[in-house]
């Protein structure tokens, strides 16, 4: 079986949208790879980890990443179960005409100085509203091309963008944490559980996640459980058990989050998508 399943939901000219699914049974870093065109790619299952040289990035969906043109890369996926990716590519002069300037390298080809910054939840759902849409063509192309300018717009202006500017080793001890959280999506971690896994102290864990990423640990899993809803909920006729199988106390306490970060309940939003 092949690793990958491609598939294209959307190529206007303007611009171009891939459902990208990965197996993900390599634990180890992939051959070197690199793409002809830069990808901004938004992750919305599963977990990866990108390597540029020294450099990682954990790929998970409070994320998007970005694949520069030429740079040579690797992926491993640490945790099991694969993942799944919106791939969006976008002419040279699009993308230098929506991206602030201090994020694009300087050079000929636009590329950007970091693997990866952190998105808002309004761009996890347009993430998800964009994939239903297409993926049952129940969204014209003039409209998705709208909302998928309005989602790179949200994605690198400076009301979501976080770069984590922090020391390596600090970088490194988030990587890890985030790691950890995917490895067991629903369980209800303490400070002091997930201290021990990674090896130091609680307070020091909470302090240093919430310098680099900008938002504490237990906001980043509630994020990550939403962002899992918005990929399931489609195929879900039971959104209560859906609530208690992504870890949420009752289906109020998930129907709440969901709204406070989306906007609208989950069955407003199922209902949405159809």
């Not at 000219?13 to 901004?40: K, N």
């Not at 919305?44 to 030429?70: I, M």
């Amino acid at each position: 079986m092949p690793e990958f399943d491609v598939n294209l939901l959307l190529d206007t000219g303007t611009l171009s949208v891939r459902d990208v699914r990965c197996r993900g049974e390599c634990r180890h870093r992939s051959a070197e790879e690199c793409t002809a065109a830069t990808h901004l790619v938004f992750p919305y299952r599963g977990v990866y980890v990108r390597h540029v040289g020294a450099e990682q990035s954990v790929a998970d969906a409070n994320h998007v990443l970005f694949f520069n043109a030429g740079q040579a890369y690797q992926v491993s996926h640490p945790v099991a179960g694969g993942d799944a990716c919106l791939s969006l590519v976008l002419p040279e002069a699009t993308l230098r005409e929506l991206a602030p300037a201090d994020l694009l390298q300087r050079s000929d080809e636009p590329g950007f100085r970091e693997q990866s910054l952190r998105i808002d939840p309004r761009a996890q759902a347009l993430v998800a509203l964009l994939r239903h849409g297409l993926q049952n063509s129940v969204i014209e192309p003039l409209e998705a091309e709208g909302l998928l300018l309005t989602l790179v717009s949200r994605s690198l202006g400076p009301r979501t963008a976080r770069a984590p500017r922090s020391t390596r080793l600090r970088r490194s001890l988030v990587d890890r944490a985030k790691l950890l959280l995917a490895s067991d999506p629903t369980r209800r971690w303490t400070l002091a559980d997930m201290a021990a896994e990674l090896g130091g102290s609680a307070v020091y864990l909470t302090q240093v996640f919430q310098q680099v990423e900008g938002l504490p640990l237990y906001r980043y899993q509630l994020r990550l459980r939403l962002a899992r809803a918005l990929d399931r909920i489609p195929q879900e006729d039971d959104l209560s058990a859906l609530a208690f199988e992504l870890g949420f106390s009752s289906h109020s306490h998930f129907a709440s989050a969901f709204r406070q970060a989306y906007g609208r309940s989950p069955s407003a939003f199922k209902q949405s998508l159809r």
